[in-house]
């Protein structure tokens, strides 16, 4: 038996496996989507409860490692989902914690719960793809997938891996009007109040059996949850947004809107930020950050969507390792180890301040992090080798990493994904280069490494 959805939730959930619908509540499993509010999949979950008049049951299962995740990514997943907790309490939404295999553990869950059916959100990332194929496999209610962090559902988007944001952007385009939309009211729903099921960890219990790594100190400048998040985004479009397209890359102006760490951990909603820029008056800063938010970070959802290799070097396009397999014999104007790049121990002083800072702080300048790579890529002995360390840094100490815009950035940054080819050069073949000299054209060097430098004392 199929559930039918309202027109707006139907267009934006798709059934991955049918089943009996069960005799107990409806099941959410949220993972990447960790808010209460402005939350697709949550909605749909709570629109088939409604309908079915069963309670909500919402799980989020801690798997013992997730791509690298430290202790500083579990601190900022943890305070959000303690918020998340209370706020999903008002709207008689139970969250249970779990530990283990997700895909089983989640199961195993449905089968205790004679769980109605399951509803989880779209997340494209290859871990978390695994995850959702271990548990088709058990399943046996229907099972709906959600998209809530791309405003248009990435499979509706596109059917395709597409070549470049231009021929993504035209796809974007026309069904934008419709897709932005406001969010409908959370349904009342009945409380469950079935204890007895032995899944039942609490939030601590769950999280104190994931073994993260200890790398970089603790972060205490940015505050996790939607609140911070709402109002740094509020302090963003006042007084940064028609300014964005100017100022945007230089690391010595706070042009941009720093939100990434909350839109990473699904706290804050990317449809919520677009609804509220819409507000503003139009401006060349407003184009241009939509194009960041809507085209930039759904084109990274697509390429991880539909690139069964995304996050591995075989993913890059073929162009450009095939140009890089020319130069791999092209001598390096330096080669440093893994070691000497983690500590920012290089003869580029630029480099080292946005590596210490990453380190430091949790957080490197969108601009700084192409250069970033692209030097990574100059002075390691090959390009394979080179992508492997941009990705396991960025995602052992940026807040946002363990994203499909990390494996985007980097297999644009090293491999020319969704860029075209540029004149040839030594080492980078006809991936595009860039250097100290082009940052000097765009900012004061010394200055941002002063500031970095004190950022890093101070950790603020
Ligand atoms: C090598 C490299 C690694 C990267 N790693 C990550 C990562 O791990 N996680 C991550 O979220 N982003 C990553 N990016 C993309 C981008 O640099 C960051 O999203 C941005 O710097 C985040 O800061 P902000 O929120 O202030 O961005 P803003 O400039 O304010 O942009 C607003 C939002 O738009 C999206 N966005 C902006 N630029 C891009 C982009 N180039 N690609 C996709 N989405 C974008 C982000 O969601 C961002 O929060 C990477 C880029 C490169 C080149």
New binding site residues.
């Given amino acids: 038996m199929t559930l039918r959805f309202s027109p707006t939730l139907a267009r934006r959930t798709r059934l991955l496996g049918d089943g009996d619908i069960g005799d107990g509540p409806v099941l959410y499993w949220m993972s990447r989507e960790q808010r209460s509010e402005d939350h697709w999949p949550l909605l749909a979950a709570a629109e088939a409860a409604a309908s079915l008049k069963r309670p909500l049951v919402c799980a989020f299962c801690f798997s013992r490692s997730f791509c690298g995740a430290q202790k500083r990514h579990y601190t900022f997943l943890v305070q959000g989902l303690k918020d998340t907790e209370s706020k999903m309490k008002k709207q008689n939404v139970k969250m249970l914690f779990l530990f283990g295999d997700p895909g089983q553990a989640i199961a195993s869950l449905a089968e205790s719960l004679q769980a109605a059916l399951l509803v989880l959100d779209f997340d494209p990332l290859p871990e978390k793809r695994a995850w959702k194929a271990a548990l088709l496999r058990r399943i046996r209610t229907p099972l709906y997938e959600t998209d809530g962090h791309n405003i248009i559902p990435a499979w509706i988007t596109s059917p395709k891996k597409e070549y470049s944001a231009a021929t993504f952007r035209k796809k974007v385009q026309p069904l934008l009007p419709s897709f932005l939309e406001e969010f409908p009211p959370f349904p009342s729903l009945p409380l469950w109040e079935r204890h007895t099921i032995e899944h039942r960890h609490t939030l601590e219990e769950a999280v104190s059996n994931v073994q993260p790594g200890n790398a970089g100190p603790t972060i205490e400048w940015i505050a996790p949850g939607a609140s911070k998040a709402r109002e740094t985004l509020r302090n963003?479009l006042s007084e940064k947004l028609s300014g964005?397209d100017t100022r945007?890359n230089d690391p010595t102006l706070s042009g941009?809107?720093?939100?990434?760490p909350w839109?990473?951990f699904g706290q804050l909603s990317?449809q919520r930020v677009a609804l509220e820029a819409m507000k503003e008056p139009p401006s060349p800063g407003r184009d241009a950050?939509l194009e960041?938010?809507l085209v930039?970070?759904e084109?990274?959802d697509n390429f991880c969507l539909y690139e069964p290799k995304a996050g591995t070097y075989d993913g890059l396009p073929e162009w450009g390792r095939k140009t890089l397999a020319l130069h791999k014999n092209d001598s390096r104007p330096s080669l440093y180890s893994l070691t000497s790049l983690e500590r920012g121990e290089t003869a580029d002083l630029l480099w080292n301040a946005a590596q210490r800072e990453m380190v430091a702080r949790g957080k490197?300048?969108?601009w700084l992090?192409?250069y970033?790579?692209k030097k990574i890529l100059e002075w390691t002995e090959t390009p394979e080798e080179a992508f492997e360390r941009?990705l396991l840094l960025?995602?052992r100490y940026?807040l946002?990493?363990?994203?499909p815009?990390?494996i985007?950035?980097?297999s644009?940054?090293i491999g020319g994904l969704h860029d075209r080819p540029w004149a040839n050069r030594q080492v980078f073949g006809m991936i595009r280069y860039m250097n100290d000299r082009g940052a000097a054209r765009k900012f004061k060097v010394n200055r941002y490494i002063e500031e970095a430098e004190s950022l890093i004392a101070t950790r603020r």
């Fill in positions: 963003f964005y945007r941009v809107s720093g939100l990434s839109l990473h990317p950050f960041e938010l930039r970070r084109l990274a490197m300048h969108g992090r192409m970033w790579a941009a960025n995602d940026e946002d990493g363990r994203d815009n990390g985007a950035g980097v644009w940054a």
